[in-house]
């Protein structure tokens, strides 16, 4: 068990900067998610904590100690390949032994905690196995039992669930959540999948283009998205975004588009800071915040129409379109608008967003 | 995976095409055997024997191969009159003296050049080849100043020196492509479980052995069968079963039968070899090509 402190740290490759003045720190025992897109460091900043890639500039720190210079084998972490990295000529049972192996454990031991740590992951029939004669699910497993079978500072899984299908992704989730709640070990867990995040992690560090865009709890970077780029990341199906102005009318700033003029609540006002009271900004909602009805609900509801229905199972997602841009909102089966018709939207205040329209941070 | 049969239709032009094809196959094993079998034969007939043939045209005549009595006094005259025992203990121990420190330093070598990035790393590897485009005759002048100078010309140890110069670039050669296609992956993950970069290396090995076996096998195959480096470096203290077998061939007296026992001598422990590797060679020359 580690607090492990990422402090200014860069990633170099050649000249190109993969992870920019990272800082991050873990609080032990906690299961922390690094998210963001494909290419925007995250492999990087694993590989780092790892010993398996050079820090070109900054700290890493388990416990305040500084292990920049330390070779992997001494920082005592764990990890799960995205590409699991089992070794082909090993059965089942001496990959997940090898780590004990290696520190040289008595044969008693390695075997009673080879089998333990592989009936913990239901893989026990599989001990003599090779990895070849295994399916993606079951190699995930023995790559995870590698991890658990000794009690390492330290966790890093890097994507290893994206391979799976979906279903067995769903389980794997709840096991692994599960799995370190037990163990009580740090976790550093990588991801491109944001409900992955959300679902699992006690923390999110989400990145994008090597640089940290939040850090929070899941329910932090979901309703409170420090800027423009967060919010359009986190949640599926994903934030509407519109380009509004804001004018100051009395004492009420109101945001105004081509098919509303919608006032800001109170709060909202004195977050804007003055600064930007008048401009153009974009705000932004998610498809649950906003409720569509056919009859006009109130004077403040927006006008559209109906450009597509999708089922979704227990949902029905909405598109409308507006003067110059589409929105989707999200509301139930027994919806019996039309494409083509006119609709009302009502946009809940208290869950909408408002953007810088140059930076993108947030102002709320 | 696709079922790997071929699929087959019994035309009249494939009849035809297939029993041709057993026609080329009898003439082609006759064409490539045949010495061997005359040579294994001779070597248990006296002289006289030996030397009876049919005439020419004479089919029937064909049993006179097998009318004789065998012996073995050729293989009595190699090795109690002519100390072959001798020479063929200097082939095995040159031939796999070489191969050993050559698969040695070669997989050490190999594996830098799989796995470490740094200036000049491609003008190296092309040099290290570039050292088996000259013909050894070429070379064989320079070298044996060099060897004679140090005193190397007629031992054992040089004629190990000699074919390991020409083997190591080859080993490093093989053996990079066979790490090449290891995924580094699985020495990161070695690694991180604790391993040193040298035990990462050698648990990576028994991925790579289908390569050393070839290349071992490759190398012993041209240590033995040489015959330039053997008569001029080796010639004196360090004969080997080729140039013994040479001066088997006397000016006013060729030992024909014992020239043929020699052939065996000299051939059975490579096929030998050949039969136990097999597997290895095959998939070992194979593996490199084929990407999982
Ligand atoms: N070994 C490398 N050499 C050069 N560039 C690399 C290397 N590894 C990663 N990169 C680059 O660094 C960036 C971050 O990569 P990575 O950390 O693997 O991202 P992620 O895991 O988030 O997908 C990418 O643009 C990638 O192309
Ligand atoms: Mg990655």
Redesign the interface.
Known sequence: MATVTIRNVWKYYGQTPAVKDLNVTCPDGSFVSILGPSGCGKSSTMRMIAGLEHISAGDILFDNQRINDLAPKDRDVAMVFENYALYPHKTVFENIANPLRLRGTADATIKERVTGAARLLEIAHLLERRPHELSGGQKQRVAIGRAIVREPKLFLFDEPIAHLDAKLRAHMRGEIKHLQRNLGTTMIYVTHDQLEALSMADFIAVMHDGELQQWGTPSEIFNKPVNAWVAGFVGEPAMNFLTCDLKRRGDDVVLSHHNFDIPLLPGQVRQLNGAAQAGIARMGVRPDAMTVSMTKPSEAAIQGEIFVNELLGGDMLVEVQLADSRIRVKTTPEFEGKPGEICYLTVNRDKWHVFDAGDGHAYF | MASRDVVHYNTPLQRVLSVLSVVFVIFYLIWTLLPFVIMFVSSFKDLLEAFKLPAVGDWAGIGVFFEFTPTLKHYQTLFAENNFSRYMLNSLIAAGGSAVISVIFGSLAAYSLSRVDFRGKSDLFFWIISTRMAPVVAVMVPLFAIFRSLDLVGTLPGLILAYTTFNLPFAIWILKGFFDNV?Y??E??????????F?AFR?IL??VAPGIGAFIVLCILFAWNDFLFAAIIGSGGAKTLPVATRELVQPQNIQWGAIMAAGVVTTAPMMLLGLVIRKYLVTGLTMGAVKE
């Open positions: 995924p992956g699985i990161e993950a070695q690694m991180v479980d604790g391993a040193t970069r035990q648990s028994p991925l």
